[in-house]
T-cell receptor, first 113, second 113 residues
Framework: GQQVMQIPQYQHVQEGEDFTTYCNSS?????IQWYKQRPGGHPVFLIQLVKSGEVKKQKRLTFQFGEAKKNSSLHITATQTTDVGTYFC?????????????FGQGTTLQVKP | NAGVTQTPKFQVLKTGQSMTLQCAQD?????MSWYRQDPGMGLRLIHYSVGAGITDQGEVPNGYNVSRSTTEDFPLRLLSAAPSQTSVYFC????????????FGSGTRLTVV
């Protein structure tokens, strides 16, 4: 069946270092969404990418959608302790947008001050 | 706006008991979903709905029922609780078509003993 995989599962960085998480889908996606979950909290929507090769930025966060629309990445520049949490990518099941999302397993980021 | 409200926040059930996890949203969102979150497995879709009266199964529907009689409410019923259903449950809603992300509730932590 359709799968969305994320790597790495865990990442420990020193504050100020950069961080990247990668998301790979077994099928072509019409769009990809990214969420952040703080420890003990709930997922919070960050952004959606729709176009092939699209790049979007939110302050220190850069999101990319691959040319083939099967992979995506989230890059954080100069991490801060407030970046701690688990980052999930998610894409729609199948080819139509029915609101049915499949999530990756997430990448948990720890930042050492 | 309260957003997505889930009750209860915590629940302990005995094996074989039934219960309903409540979810309500006040944003007039079309799409609603239930996810369960287990360590290392990300968020797995249980059931979802694209509008009142319309529901469909997700990845892990066995042991759970849903109904959507109104736009606002999307309760999740556990028919006969099993220890394998120990998890954190999240309800989420989205405006639907047009590329909007999901707004998650704060979750219900369920333990089945």
């Amino acid at each position: 069946g359709q799968q969305v995989m994320q790597i790495p599962q865990y990442q420990h960085v020193q504050e100020g270092e950069d961080f990247t998480t990668y998301c790979n889908s077994s099928t072509t996606l019409s769009n990809i969404q990214w969420y952040k979950q703080r420890p003990g909290g709930h997922p919070v929507f960050l952004i959606q990418l729709v176009k092939s090769g699209e790049v979007k930025k939110q302050k220190r966060l850069t999101f990319q959608f691959g040319e083939a629309k099967k992979n995506s990445s989230l890059h954080i520049t100069a991490t801060q302790t407030t970046d701690v949490g688990t980052y999930f990518c998610a894409g729609p099941y199948g080819s139509s947008n029915t609101g049915k999302l499949i999530f990756g397993q997430g990448t948990t980021l720890q930042v050492k001050p | 706006n309260a957003g997505v409200t889930q009750t209860p926040k915590f629940q302990v059930l005995k094996t074989g008991q039934s219960m309903t996890l409540q979810c309500a949203q006040d944003m007039n969102h079309e799409y609603m979903s239930w996810y369960r979150q287990d360590p290392g497995m990300g968020l797995r879709l249980i059931h979802y709905s694209v509008g009142a009266g319309i529901t469909d199964q997700g990845e892990v529907p066995n042991g759970y029922n849903v109904s959507r009689s109104t736009t606002e409410d999307f309760p999740l019923r556990l028919l006969s609780a099993a220890p394998s259903q120990t998890s954190v449950y999240f309800c989420a809603s989205s405006r639907g078509r047009g590329g909007y992300g999901y707004t998650f509730g704060s979750g219900t932590r369920l333990t089945v003993v």
